[in-house]
């Protein structure tokens, strides 16, 4: 088998004349029998890298998916396509799975869906042993790390299952997020060696980031959205009852919109979601519920009303824009409330305290995301171990408004951290540079401090926002789990010693507009 048969069915099966990045790679070390791990952007295309190869083995493909609720139409698709695919999940009465075990024993299929809660159960696993398995493609693989942003524990049952299989299939993992660390985890999970992984690189070049600070977000929106009529996007909240007070302004202002979120009746979820692929509506405004292996090529824009609690979440949903390679955005509406909102959920949350730290790191990381002054994409792209130049698209690289030099201000912010010996958040150092009095300030003794009131003439809000500031350049990091202390970074020591200067941008002051022709 060689890749002249690949390209034979890429283009008699599928339609499609060139491989894209990445897949020809792929549908090589497949075909050469060699564990793969395949990291490809949403929309990249990696489907086809396990349909390929399925068409091309002999024996069956099984393909581990999370997505219950697209099983149905991916394997309708590809029977329209001449493929025999079937699937098999919670949906199915007892009855009907064994069927279909039949006649996948009798070799009807090529192709294999299970949602990976078949795996825990033993019963199935032996089911599984009984088929002629060549290979084993898992969909969505960061969700077996528990360093990922979505670690389903019925992913880890996959290690073990595969080594129950007589077949011993080779596996070919799949995802569009993953860090170094989440690769290394899903590569030594399924028994992947490192080489054995291609990775396309993260980057989007047909994405425009854009972060929108200190704007009312329904004024935003609703501008937008008149800007850009009649063209398919995702809005996502971070709550239902968010999602329908939008949903709401949004008809009132005549958009063809519809809401999705898990506490929608199924066939309601249904019929939105369709109307939505179908182009019956413009919008949908949802929660992260939503989205998931939606193969919806002409989504023109992806809008966070409110910052997720993952740069791994936002680049996920925000990839969602833009399959079909044409430009397309990604905005984030940032607000500091809503990064409270996602502390809560973690609060609430019923992860243990080792998960707990790790979530809130992550949304440090994310609040990161929205503060920087660098580029958007390569902020991305190295928290994904990647380097990069500027991308000279997103709102950052565009942002042409003078940049300040703030290094005393930094100065006073670095050292009022230095004095309070790393022990102390945003809030308090804060407090303590513009001189507050209250019982904290008090108790701990803190307005004896040299620092204390060093920037009085500043107001509380805006001294936070430079740390937010400083953090998100480097000066200073955040450490620890819900209650983070700062402390000052090496590249923050070098302000410290007065051996190099803090640029920032600053909102425009208002001029008196000179009238042309004067
Ligand atoms: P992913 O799973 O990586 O997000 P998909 O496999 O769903 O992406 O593919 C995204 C879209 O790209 C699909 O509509 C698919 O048909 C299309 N596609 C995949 N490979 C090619 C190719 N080689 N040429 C053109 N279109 C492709
Ligand atoms: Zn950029």
């Known amino acids: 088998m060689d890749l002249a048969a690949a390209q034979q069915v890429l283009k008699t099966t599928f339609g499609y004349d060139e491989f894209r990045p990445g897949q020809k790679a792929v549908i090589e070390q497949v075909l050469a029998g060699e564990n793969t791990l395949a990291i490809m952007p949403t929309g990249g295309g990696k489907s086809l890298c396990y349909q390929i190869p399925a068409l091309l083995f002999s024996g069956l493909t099984v393909v581990v998916s999370p997505l219950i609720s697209l099983m149905k139409d991916q394997v309708d698709a590809l029977n329209d396509n001449g493929i025999a695919a079937t699937f098999i999940n ?24 299970v949602a990976p809660e078949r795996l825990d159960s033993d019963y199935f696993i032996r089911a599984l042993g009984q088929l002629p398995i060549d290979l084993l493609a898992i969909d969505e693989a960061h969700c077996i790390s528990q360093w990922g942003h979505d670690f ?48 396309t690189g993260f980057a989007r070049d047909n994405l425009n980031l854009t972060v929108v ?29 968010e999602v329908m007070r939008l949903t709401t302004l949004l008809q009132k202002h005549h958009v063809k919109v519809a809401p999705y979120h898990a506490g929608l009746d199924d066939d309601v979820r249904r019929k939105n979601q369709e109307d939505f692929l179908f182009d019956r509506v413009d919008v949908m405004v949802a929660t992260n519920a939503f989205g998931m292996g939606i193969d919806k090529s002409n989504v023109r824009f992806v809008i966070h009303a409110q910052v997720p609690g993952t740069l791994e979440a936002y680049y996920q949903e925000a990839g969602r824009a833009g399959r079909d390679g044409l430009p397309s955005e990604a905005i984030l509406i940032f607000r500091p409330a809503d990064t409270q909102l996602q502390h809560f959920f973690i609060d609430e949350s019923e992860m243990d305290d080792e998960h707990k730290h790790r979530a809130y790191h992550k949304l440090q990381v994310m609040t990161q995301y929205a503060n920087t002054q660098g580029c958007l994409q390569q902020f991305i792209l190295k928290y994904f171990g990647e380097a990069s130049e500027p991308c000279g698209r997103c709102s950052n690289c565009t942002d042409d408004r003078e940049a300040q030099d703030i290094t005393t201000d930094a100065q006073k912010v670095l050292s009022c951290v230095v004095r309070l010996h790393s022990r102390f958040g945003k809030g308090v150092v804060a407090q303590v540079l513009t001189g507050a009095n209250n019982q904290r300030i008090r108790e701990s003794n803190l307005s004896t401090l040299s620092t204390y009131g060093l920037m009085s003439n500043q107001r509380q809000k805006s001294v936070s926002e430079l740390i937010d500031f400083l953090t998100a350049a480097g000066y200073l990091q955040a450490v620890g789990g819900q209650y983070p202390t700062l402390s000052v970074t090496q590249m923050g020591v070098t302000i410290l010693k007065g051996k190099g200067q803090v640029y920032r941008k600053t909102a425009r002051t208002v001029q008196q507009s000179v009238p042309e022709n004067s």
Do not use: F, M, W
Request: glycine letters at 4%; aromatic letters at 6%; a negative charge.
């Open 90 to 113: 919670s949906s199915l009465s007892n009855q009907a799975i064994n069927e279909r075990l039949q006649e996948l024993r009798a070799g009807d299929y090529t192709l294999l869906y």
């Open 152 to 199: 389903r524990p019925s992913y880890l049952a996959l290690s073990t299952a595969i080594e129950q299989l007589p077949t011993h299939p080779q596996v070919l993992a799949l995802t569009a997020t993953a860090t170094e660390q989440v690769a290394q985890d899903i590569c030594q999970r399924l028994s992947i060696d490192p080489k054995g992984e291609v990775n």
């Open 213 to 241: 600070k200190d704007q009312d977000t329904d004024r935003y929106i609703l501008d937008y959205l008149k800007v850009n009529h009649g063209e398919a996007g995702i809005i996502y909240a971070s709550t239902r009852k």
